[in-house]
């Protein structure tokens, strides 16, 4: 409750001594139909606090909007994308509910994800037609028109305190590798900085005094030093990757942007990133509804021109939702939980059971649950190894009867499975870069690996066993992941070299591989075993050596 009185307290003595134009911009990403209120167990897995929702977000946005008077401050509320899929509520709905939640609270605009593609365009177009709110994207165009898609603008031009603000849309070309085919058959996913280098410059000529992207693309997880590889070092040069750009990037590379609004890597920064040369400012928040964003632009009366930045709180520009800090507005509340009552039901039918207590606890790179899960994705998909980061798995399975919310729980991420051919040479570098340092490895299925810590960074694997034999660098091998980590995501930049035609990409969601396998399987059970064995001072086997030997 301090938080909250000192977050007040701050924005009505800033307003007392008004010198600049104050324009409040509230913003969220990623909210992927966390509008429900939820246990934030990635917090704190055993107290875990309860996050409010959009009843909770709804409270904030309306106490910021208490300050407006239209003249000398005045406030937007912008979505950035990935707005549904997640949270049953708004899976279930096919974003329906979650739109309804915006028109209620009155959001001023939305860009579209990748993640609204997790549905049928057609499904989607009946979704987006609930809106009151205009939905924007510069790079979407209709295969057969060639135009830009119908259901989406490149930008607006609003008025606020006298001020004309263009806002530009533009969506991640990531869509195209992690969609349905079928679901974007019909789409183009143009150059994202291309487009923004065509409507830049449409609307900075119609006048506007400030300009805001909205951009479905996230900074990287540590932006300084990623900026120094690219454009201090170089080390980028050619844009070998196949990914799309992110905002980082685009902040960099495209002149006349004044802030940057982002989304898509669920990694939230409570300071802007401020580009060195542009100075274009970028923003993003955490997913799942967990928070609102809110940065106060200065603006300067004579000039109209950015002026600088405010935060609304001493700790910067993301507010955690806490339930017990921003108290739900009752009428938000009503309407999310009879939503979330309808979305909810069949959650708690029994799919199995399991034998043991399948608990998260366990030593370095192996859980009871992560290895059921890892162990689910490679038989149901056939293939010699499976992995998945340590961070991906997020709750227990109980022993007895497990219901779909249980592996809901464990799985609240809609993440993908994805499947890519490698040879044993591959293989044997991703699993050395998840041990170089004081990384912890990976959960895993299909292999047995031994690593020596006393060994240099990169030569850490003295042995190796996969899929019932041992490791041949020659041999080509069927692996199973997350479109997660095939972004290159957890520090395995490595994925993002592996050719789009080695890769299957099913659109099947990993949390229905595992409903799929308990299934099947029931009932389940899983063991700590000899996966992953660190013997620091073990040296190669002599397996290891012939098989090193072959790999010259």
């Known amino acids: 409750m301090y938080r909250v009185i000192t977050l007040v307290f701050l924005l009505l003595f800033s307003q007392l001594f008004c010198e600049n134009l104050r324009l409040d ?34 409270t904030y946005i309306q106490d910021v909007r208490k300050l407006t008077d239209g003249v000398d401050r005045d406030n937007l509320l912008i979505d950035a994308g990935d707005f549904f899929q997640g949270h049953p509520v708004g899976t279930v709905s096919n974003g329906v509910s979650v739109i309804r939640f915006m028109n209620q609270i009155g959001y001023d605009l939305m860009v579209i994800g990748n993640h609204e593609y997790d549905i049928g365009e057609d499904e989607l177009v009946k979704t987006l037609a609930y809106a009151k709110f205009p939905i924007l994207s510069c790079n979407i165009t209709d295969k057969r028109t060639g135009e830009l898609v119908d259901y989406a603008i490149p930008y607006i031009i609003m008025e606020k305190m006298g001020l004309r603000i263009g806002i530009v849309g533009v969506t991640t070309t990531d869509t195209e590798l992690m969609s349905f ?3 974007i058959k019909n789409v183009d996913f143009t150059n994202a900085k291309e487009a923004l280098e065509k409507y830049i410059p449409i609307v900075r000529e119609q ?5 805001i992207v909205v951009g479905h693309m996230g900074l990287p997880y540590e932006p300084e030093p990623a900026y120094q590889k690219r454009y201090i070092e170089n080390k980028y040069a050619g844009r070998e990757r196949y990914w799309g750009y992110d905002s980082q990037e685009l902040a960099h590379e495209i002149e006349g942007i004044d802030l940057f609004i982002g989304g898509h890597m669920h990694r939230g920064f409570y300071e802007p990133w401020e580009d060195p040369d542009t100075h274009t400012l970028v923003i993003q928040g955490y997913a799942y509804g967990s928070n609102v964003g809110h940065i106060t632009l200065l603006i300067d009366k ?14 910067g520009i993301l507010v955690t939702l806490f339930e017990d800090e921003l108290i739900p507005d009752p009428v938000f509340s009503d309407t999310i939980l009879a939503m979330t009552a309808e979305a909810e039901k069949g959650m ?9 207590h399948l608990s998260r606890d366990g030593n370095g790179p192996q859980n009871l649950v992560g290895n059921l899960v890892v162990e689910a994705m490679n038989a149901e998909m056939n293939t010699d190894f499976a992995f998945m980061n340590l961070g991906g798995i997020r709750a227990d399975l109980p022993l007895g009867p497990i ?12 993440s993908q499975i994805v499947v890519f051919e490698c040879d044993g040479r591959f293989l044997k570098e991703l699993i050395e870069r998840r041990v170089e340092g004081s990384r ?37 091998y069927r692996v199973a992941t997350s479109d997660f980590l095939m972004q290159g995501n957890a520090g395995l930049t490595e994925l993002t070299r592996v050719p789009e035609e080695k890769i299957e990409r099913q659109g099947t969601i990993i949390r229905d591989v595992v409903v799929s396998y308990i299934k099947k399987n029931s009932p389940v059970s899983t063991q700590i075993d000899d996966r992953w064995v660190r013997r620091d001072g ?9 098989a090193l030997q072959k790999a010259k």
């Not at 911009?25 to 966390?34: L, R």
């Not at 006048?207 to 300009?211: F, I, K, R």
């Not at 708690?348 to 043991?356: K, P």
């Open 403 to 414: 219901s779909y919310r249980d592996v809901f729980n464990v799985l609240p991420f809609d």
């Open 348 to 356: 708690d039918d029994v799919i199995g059971e399991s034998s043991i």
């Open 302 to 315: 004579e000039t109209k021109t950015l002026a600088g930045w405010e935060p609304p709180a001493y700790d």
């Open 181 to 183: 085919p079928d679901h």
């Open 207 to 211: 006048g506007v005094d400030l300009l």
């Open 25 to 58: 911009i509230m913003f969220t990403n990623d909210v992927h139909g966390g509008i429900d209120r939820y246990e934030a167990t990635f917090m704190n897995p055993d107290f875990p606090p309860v996050l409010g929702g959009g009843a909770s977000a709804a």
């Open 440 to 476: 912890h490895g990976l959960r895993t299925a299909g292999i047995m690996v031994m690593v020596d810590r006393d060994r240099p960074d990169f030569d850490r694997v003295v042995d190796l066993w996969v899929g019932g034999e041992y490791w041949d660098p020659n041999k080509t």
């Open 538 to 546: 073990a040296g190669y086997s002599d397996q290891m050596k012939e």
